[in-house]
């Protein structure tokens, strides 16, 4: 596709259950990155991949989250046990290579209830 | 660690009034992005500036750099409903080009 597309744009789900979200990245770019953005605030950083690997995953704010990228394109972003406070927009970009303009998807808007 | 502030916090511009927003970094920068956000959207890439003293235009918005890497200013000339929306600096505060860090951002309002 032309841009970052993630998948879905909306979810809601109650609390204590398990999410996927699916980011696919500008074809051909390979570094890719996940940000969470709570009402009234920038994004926060959560994880970067350059390639299939994990540059930095420093973001994530506990053991509960885990981002994959098998292939080294498309991400998901994996969130056990949800609880209300992980409620917010999830941000997928991704990059030509590191230090390149980065391009950001229309999120994924997360809620638990 | 790294502080980034954005500010004014928000503002209201008459519309073919220009506006400036400011971004500080209480440290040296590798460089810094500007976005803009509108409500339940993704981020729209405006400018990325990575040289100290260095200026970019695009139509009638202008960023800059200053010198010493510390500071950044986002101009927009003759505003236009259309530039309406949550303008966002992203900084990079160390040669970890993918870890951006993100002002709270700025709220830009432009009546008729």
């Known amino acids: 596709g032309a841009g970052v597309s993630q998948t879905p744009s909306n979810k809601v789900t109650e609390k204590g259950k398990y999410v996927e979200l699916r980011c696919d990245p500008i074809?051909?770019?390979?570094?890719l990155y996940w940000y969470r953005q709570s009402l009234g605030q920038g994004p926060e950083f959560l994880i970067y991949?350059?390639?299939?690997?994990?540059?930095?995953d420093s973001g994530l704010p506990n053991d509960r989250f885990f981002a994959v990228r098998p292939e080294g394109s498309v991400s998901t972003l994996k969130i056990q046990r949800t609880e209300r406070g992980d409620s917010a927009v999830y941000l997928c970009?991704?990059?030509?290579?590191?230090?390149?303009?980065?391009?950001f998807g229309e999120g994924s808007w997360l809620t638990v209830v | 660690s790294q502080e980034l502030e954005q500010s004014p916090q928000s503002l209201i511009v008459q519309e073919g009034k220009n506006l400036t927003i400011n971004c500080t970094s209480s440290?040296?920068?590798?460089?810094l992005y500007w976005y803009k956000q509108k409500y339940g959207e993704g981020l729209i890439f405006l400018m990325m500036?990575?040289?100290?003293?260095e200026e970019k235009s695009h139509e009638k918005i202008t960023a800059k750099l200053d010198e010493k890497k510390q500071q950044s200013s986002l101009h927009i000339t003759a505003s236009q409903p259309s530039h309406a929306g949550i303008y966002l600096c992203?900084?990079?505060?160390?040669?970890?080009?993918?870890?951006?860090?993100f002002g709270a951002g700025t709220q830009v309002v432009v009546t008729p």
């Open positions: 440290k040296t920068l590798y460089g």
């Open positions: 991949f350059q390639g299939t690997g994990a540059a930095d």
């Open positions: 074809s051909g770019h390979t570094a």
């Open positions: 970009a991704s990059s030509w290579s590191l230090g390149n303009t980065i391009y």
């Open positions: 992203g900084a990079v505060p160390t040669d970890s080009w993918g870890k951006l860090q």
């Open positions: 500036l990575q040289k100290g003293g």
